[in-house]
């Protein structure tokens, strides 16, 4: 099987939404329409400081999908690159498709001059976390959340 990481194009916006449904489904979540219409336009964009997302290709069909940003950061010169989103088709889990995905990221973070990837997981996600704990270090800091 060859796996294939690519960036998201226009083009893949019906595989890309059946990705991020199956990713917001796992996380027991939905969004509204205008919230797809919007996120697909951004990280399709192309524009400096906005999301970007790639497609992960088993044999030519997309299974897999991440989203990602740079941003500044306090306590470094160098932008950070925050990996919101990623999210493999169960029918593929296991076969590398998570840890393609997250080297990709890291590959474009490195060519960014980014001086570090992070991400948050569901701490029950435990078949996540088990590749997570293989590729990345954990921290002790736990995400607060104030809703407006």
């Not at 991020?20 to 205008?34: A, D, I, K, M, N």
């Not at 996120?39 to 400081?49: E, Q, V």
């Not at 999301?51 to 299974?63: F, M, N, S, T, W």
Request: net charge neutral; with cysteine.
């Amino acid at each position: 099987m060859s796996v294939r990481i690519r960036p998201l194009e226009k083009a893949d916006e019906t595989d890309w939404r059946r990705l991020w449904t199956g990713y917001l489904t796992f996380y027991e979540t939905s969004v509204p329409e205008e919230v797809y219409r919007t996120t697909f336009a951004r990280l399709t964009s192309g524009a400096d400081h906005e999301y970007r997302g790639l497609i992960a290709e088993l044999d030519g069909r997309p299974v897999g999908l991440t989203h990602y940003l740079f941003h500044r950061h306090c306590w470094s010169i160098e932008d950070v690159c925050y990996l919101q989103d990623l999210f493999a088709d169960p029918d593929v889990r296991g076969k590398g498709i998570g840890r393609a995905l997250i080297e990709a990221v890291h590959a474009e973070a490195a060519k960014a001059g980014a001086h570090s990837v992070y991400w948050t997981t569901n701490q029950e996600n435990t078949t996540a976390r088990q590749l997570y704990d293989r590729v990345a270090k954990v921290t002790p800091f736990i995400k607060y959340v104030k809703t407006i």
